[in-house]
Nanobody
Framework: QVQLVESGGGLVQAGGSLRLSCAAS????????MGWFRQAPGKEREFVTA????????NYADSVKGRFTISRDIAKNTLYLQMNSLKSEDTAVYYC?????????????????WGQGTQVTVSS
């Protein structure tokens, strides 16, 4: 089992920045690829970004490329999402997730463990 707890969400103006964190506990954090997904009201949960277990590979949705950066600190068992140049369409609940396959894929079904989510609201 892997337990994931997100934090860092909040209300920010368009053009602003936020950094989300995801604290992991349980099984060896370093063996899992980690991802961020988001779900806006009335929409399906969608892939945002992911990072391989070694942090050597990353994967981004086109909508966030150049604005968001994913990183992980193995020693702290923590995953991060730095979000810059935020837009109103980034408003959603953001979830971190763990993928036992090790690759930073975008397929939601490959992620076995999920956090409870943190709300990000971008005002225009």
């Amino acid at each position: 089992q892997v337990q994931l707890v997100e934090s860092g969400g909040g209300l920010v103006q368009a053009g602003g920045s936020l950094r989300l964190s995801c604290a992991a506990s349980g099984r060896t954090f370093s063996r899992y690829a980690m991802g961020w997904f988001r779900q806006a009201p009335g929409k399906e949960r969608e892939f945002v970004t992911a990072i391989s277990w070694s942090a050597g590979r990353t994967n981004y949705a086109d909508s966030v490329k150049g604005r968001f950066t994913i990183s992980r600190d193995i020693a702290k068992n923590t995953l991060y999402l730095q979000m810059n140049s935020l837009k109103s369409e980034d408003t959603a609940v953001y979830y971190c997730a763990a993928n036992g396959l090790g690759n930073p894929g975008s397929y939601l079904g490959h992620y076995a463990y999920w956090g409870q989510g943190t709300q990000v609201t971008v005002s225009s």
